[in-house]
């Protein structure tokens, strides 16, 4: 997780280099809140989004967790 992420996202600035994202941000009227306190992200929410890494291996995951 990237605190500096967060903040642009609670910015309404793309964390990301994208045109359509950063446009989108950056005009549309969104009640978006990022966070990193999962309790205050699921509180009251109607919807949650989670980002994972775009070539994310559950499996590899999984493996690495295993003691």
């Known amino acids: 997780m990237i605190p500096e992420k967060v903040e642009l996202i609670n ?3 793309s964390p990301i280099q ?3 994202i950063e446009k989108y941000l ?3 009227d969104l009640n978006l809140t990022a966070t990193l ?3 205050a992200a699921y509180k009251d929410a109607d919807f ?3 980002a994972v890494p ?3 291996d559950s ?3 999984r493996q690495k967790a295993r003691p």
């Open 59 to 61: 499996n590899a995951s």
């Open 37 to 39: 306190d999962a309790e």
């Open 11 to 13: 910015q309404k600035k």
């Open 26 to 28: 950056a005009e549309k």
């Open 18 to 20: 994208d045109d359509y």
């Open 54 to 56: 775009t070539n994310y």
């Open 48 to 50: 949650v989004a989670i």
